[in-house]
């Protein structure tokens, strides 16, 4: 196979692979949004059928000998509590005091900018809602009924909101769960405060947990790729010092095959999903305990539990979780807790993906927006890999000023393939050439390529950033097709400016693939296609200038070398 050949094979094959996992992820229609206004208001009496008999978490059978048996309830609704931060819209219901609603004020909803994004909401067909309770006997949890002092709540001009409920059921216990909200956060502070005028000594114990169902996301494909089985992970994630970053398949959990560390000193229990993240953040170096579950039919349970010091007749205790729920923005999350920016999932190309989103980073520091950053970003990648390029321009032209020897051998030898190629590879030495010269600069740079491809994938800050005109969300196929297209001429051109194949067949099918690119390009998020299309334009560019002075005219001057 000759070095175009080649060359065209790596092109291709790469290309096409993270192109079709592209197209899988983002060819599937959005789950309808939940906007802020049903968030706040028609949502207060949605229930879901599936969600009948969730139960208390399971922990091991050492750990739970001080409980009562498993209680079963309903996630019906009971009174609906509205607080309202600069970052955050939530609804709590009296009905086990759970996180029932979160709307993020600062992301809107996909294809409806005028009303934000719904991460969590109790609403058939998209469950998801936080939970938590404390084990032990007759301590409150997700079934008790809460008791808050009003039903709406904002932080307005405050730097801090506390939102607390209490709860009487526990005899001669005194439980009040106390929500903390702060200014331009996305963490919410969870504090139980606890009082025991029971007359023995209790040892409850906290848990805090995650209720969902396994359907995809709003604008996922419940599929991935059928050839590499890629696709953006929705689901649990647990993460420990000891086996670092671990992500949780549902379809596991229905195995009852889920393998993660279930206990530790340290980590977090997060749900994971593209874009946005929801994490349960222990702190300090106190023993927890993860778990996850199936509750029913597509519906889950994820969480941790912590343990709450032993408490005397008439003594006092705290415990308190911070919740994050919010983007996946990777710098802050990474102070938030360790390991928590893992969430930002860019597969085995990590080490090549985050430094370039560190500079992309930069770069929209400067210049303040994402289409720019792009291009901007595309030319300084086109540049550093200029002299490899140049050198692969170089080591083609090279190639055909052995043509002529070349067609000599093969008359010579004829069908003799050994024969043939043993007095290639000794011309080659002969003339000091490297017959994959050409190929092996593109090879080399194809991880970068695929790097940024998933960092393009990735990156929240991309949903719903606008670039020019038209293009008002980087992270949604251009709506009138005009990158693609743009992307398919410059393709065309830029096939037609390198060497034509000797293969007639191949050469057919390189002036086809652009044409079928640009069909493909229809169903790409716009900010992957801007990068496509100036990465032909600069590959224009680059091919001129390899042309001219590699071209025929230099052809001589090589040969004397």
Known sequence: MDTQRIIALIVFCASSLFLWEAWQKHNHPPVAPVTAATTMTTLNGAKDASVSNATLPAATAAATADQTAPITSLPISGERISVLTDTLAVVLDTQGGDVRNIALLKHAARGDTKHPFALMQDKVGAYFIAQSGLLGPNMPNHSSRWVASGNSFDLGSS?????????????????????????????????????????????????????????????????????????????????TEAKKFQKINFGDIDKNKQDYVKQAADGWMGMVQHYFVSAWLPQGGVEREFFTKKVTDKLYSAGVIVPIAALANGATASATMPLYVGPQEQEKLKALAPGLDLVVDYGWLTILAYPMFLVLSWIHHLVGNWGWTIILFTILLKLVFFPLNQKAGKSMAHMKTMAPKIEALKARFGDDKMKLNQAMMEMYKTEKINPLGGCLPIVVQMPFFIALYWVLLSAVELRNAPWIGWITDLSTPDPFYVLPILMGASMLIQT???????????????MVLPVVFSIMFFFFPSGLVLYWTMQNILGIAQQWYINKTFGPAAVPKLAKR
């Not at 848990?207 to 790729?225: H, I, K, T, V």
């Not at 037609?496 to 390189?510: F, G, H, I, S, Y």
């Open 159 to 239: 730097e801090k909101l506390d939102v607390t409920l209490t709860n009487t059921d526990a005899t001669g216990v005194h439980v009040s769960k106390t929500y903390t909200f702060k200014r331009g956060s996305y963490v919410i502070d969870v504090r139980y405060d606890i009082k025991n005028d029971s007359g023995a000594v209790i040892a409850p114990r906290a848990y805090f947990q995650f209720l969902r169902d396994g359907n995809p996301p709003e604008g996922e494909s419940a599929g991935g790729n059928p050839f590499t089985g890629i696709s953006t992970f929705t689901g649990p994630a647990v993460y």
């Open 496 to 510: 037609r400016l390198n060497p034509a194949p000797a293969d007639p067949v191949q050469a057919k099918v390189m």
